[in-house]
């Protein structure tokens, strides 16, 4: 059978999948397009998402993504969609403080989850929608889309294989400048009981669940943290993404716009974790740079489709070359049909949404899940501890471990 053969024959036995969103911010519409769009890259999937419902609280959000993208029911209530039978799968993109209720209600009812991290405010949070999902039999998966970049799956290979030799010490850094301006609204996520640990669930929940992929456990951290733009106007209406506003109720920001931690693996690296959402003048700057006693690696995603590498014999004076991602990398091949095209932050969207559907269909785990949620709020939880305490703290070592282990 050719392969055009097979993928008539796979369209032709393809299922139906009722899928919903839960709040429409800009994460939501990224979802939504995900979906849209995944067949186009993966067109052997044995499921075919449908847009069933959307849920929204914000007055005509639902209507317009409905009339915009094809939605079959509105919702103000996301309750309506957790007893809609005809959903079997929801993204959960509202704000932190509502994943853990949503999150264990979804899976509760039978439906499967894709769940934007942090997954809630607390690693308690994270493993009550954890144990949902596993009670439920149901599948997961969460947003951490950087470990889905083919240049990050090729770092991860190499270095897994000794390319660069034993790893000795890395640093994963996320700068960015979306809270720098001084008329940023003060909207849930500077509010500790709405937005958890601020720069802490934001970014560095990446950084955590990037150096882990990468390099393996954390075992144990230290922490910094600081708050560098106090107050904030109150914004006087409802808000999509980083409003400014310049009104004059202020209010204080409860959590932290930096993080600085230093990092120790189960493997005996040594590692340094620094996020920031307040870094006037950048923008996006996430990357990390990981040596080994033969070599190194370099990785920034405003290049995400490129990666820095040395390796060799020479060790001193090495030099470094780049390496542009090409269809034997990760999923790049669904994507571009040679090295050097460039993928995008809505292509690593596409991959989640696939991986995710693809966990549905074959009964296993793909991609990222509520397990791998955990572990990186473990981590966040050490460092809030840390921070408060100037300690070294030891991070709980699997999905199971609980918040009173040290």
């Not at 942090?118 to 998966?141: E, F, K």
């Not at 150096?211 to 106090?230: E, H, K, M, N, Q």
Request: glycine share 12%; net charge negative; with cysteine.
């Amino acid at each position: 059978m050719s392969v055009e053969q097979s993928t008539r024959a796979a369209v032709g036995e393809r299922r139906p999948l009722g899928v919903a969103v839960v709040g429409f911010g800009w994460m939501g519409r990224v979802h939504t397009q995900a979906y849209a769009r995944v067949l186009h890259h993966f067109p052997r999937l044995p499921v075919r998402p449908e847009l069933v419902a959307v849920a929204e609280e914000v007055p005509g959000r639902a209507e317009e993504a409905a009339d915009r993208y094809g939605f079959a029911a509105t919702a103000a209530d996301w309750r309506e969609i957790a007893a809609d039978p005809r959903v079997h799968a929801v993204s959960v993109t509202a704000p932190n403080f509502l994943h853990r209720e949503i999150g264990v209600a979804m899976a509760e009812a039978g439906k499967h989850i894709w769940i934007e991290k942090p997954v809630g405010l607390t690693a308690a949070d994270a493993r009550a929608v954890a144990a949902a999902v596993a009670g439920a039999g149901v599948r997961s998966a969460v947003g951490f889309n950087y470990r889905n970049v083919p240049a990050v799956e090729t770092a991860r290979e190499l270095i897994a294989s000794g390319g660069i030799g034993t790893v000795t010490h890395a640093r994963v850094r996320l700068f960015s400048d979306y809270a720098a301006h001084p008329e940023g609204a003060l909207t849930w996520r500077y509010e500790r009981e709405r937005g958890g640990s601020g720069v802490l669930g934001d970014l560095a929940s990446h950084g955590a669940d990037l150096a882990r992929f990468l390099l393996g456990d954390i075992v144990s951290l230290v922490a910094d943290t600081a708050v560098f733009v106090p107050e904030r106007a109150r914004p006087t209406g409802a808000t999509v993404g980083h409003t400014r506003s310049a009104g004059d109720e202020a209010g204080i920001v409860e959590n932290e716009d930096y993080v600085s931690c230093l990092l120790r693996f189960s493997s005996g690296a040594r590692g340094v974790l620094e996020a920031c959402r307040v870094s006037v003048g950048e923008q996006n700057n996430y990357g990390f740079e990981i040596h080994g006693t033969k070599g190194a690696v370099f990785w920034d995603f405003r290049r995400m489709n490129e990666l820095g590498v040395s390796r060799g014999t020479a060790y001193q004076d090495q030099p470094v070359s780049r390496l542009h991602a090409g269809p034997g990398d990760g999923e790049y091949g669904a994507f571009q049909p040679g090295a050097a095209n460039g993928m995008s932050y809505d292509d690593l969207k596409v991959v989640e949404a696939y991986r995710f559907l693809r966990s549905i269909a074959e009964g296993v785990p793909h991609g990222a899940t509520v397990d791998d949620a955990v572990r990186s709020a473990c981590a966040l939880d050490a460092m809030s501890r840390s921070a408060e305490t100037g300690e070294w703290v030891t991070v709980p070592s699997g999905a199971g471990a609980s918040n009173d282990e040290r």
